[in-house]
Structure formats: C-alpha cells, structure tokens
C-alpha cells in the first residue's frame, strides 16, 4: 500500500509563512501527479497546487503569486511554500498523490490525512 504523510501546518499570523511537507511511502514504482489540496469549514475541497513529475506546475487563483509547490522526486516528497498567508487560507491541507505501484497495472491516488494551517487576523 502507499501512505501520505503531511507535516509543517500550525498557527500563524496573518502575512506570515508557513512550509508544508509531505512524504510518500510503501508500494510505490512512480509516482505521477502530487498536489495540495484544502478544505475550510462548511466548503468544499478546493485545489491548492499541483506538480507532475517533471515540475510543471499549476494553482488556483487565489494563491497564485503567494505559493509555491516543489518535489523532490528521489524522497518521494512534495512541498507548499506559503507566503502572504491570508485568513481565507485557513483549512486543513490534504496533500494528494497518483502512483503506480507496479510497473503493470494502472495508477491510483492516495491522500494524506490532513494538516491544519490557520490564519489569525
């Protein structure tokens, strides 16, 4: 099986930054698309960022300019540097991957299990 595991979410202030890790583990042959994804209270889930394994790399408008998403494809890791952060940001982060575990067979996504960030004004 693969495993996500978040680490870097806490408190901070409005303005301020905060770095999300985020490392895969277990059945894992390659892994193709990581990204970021974020639920608040009463939304619904909302893309972050996302990387392909070549580092292309795409955001939603509301963090372009502010955020910045990275890999490190021999740790198996994926990244969020977040700057500027807003009270909107607040929510927790879900970081999301798509492996295949197997050089036969398909891929699947695999999701973490979520890192408060919360934004105080």
């Known amino acids: 099986q693969v495993q996500l595991v978040e680490s870097g979410g806490g408190l901070v202030q409005a303005g301020g930054s905060l770095t999300l890790s985020c490392t895969a583990s277990g059945r894992i042959f390659r892994i193709n698309t990581m990204g970021w994804y974020r639920q608040a209270p009463g939304k619904q889930r909302e893309l972050v960022a996302t990387s392909t394994r070549g580092g292309s790399t795409n955001y939603a408008d509301s963090v372009k300019g502010r955020f910045t998403i990275s890999r490190d494809n021999a740790k198996n890791t994926v990244y969020l540097q977040m700057n500027s952060l807003k009270p909107e940001d607040t929510a927790v982060y879900y970081c999301?991957?798509?492996?295949?575990?197997?050089?036969?067979?398909?891929?699947?996504?695999?999701w973490g299990q979520g890192t408060q960030v919360t934004v105080s004004s």
């Open positions: 999301n991957a798509n492996v295949y575990s197997s050089p036969i067979g398909g891929s699947a996504d695999y």
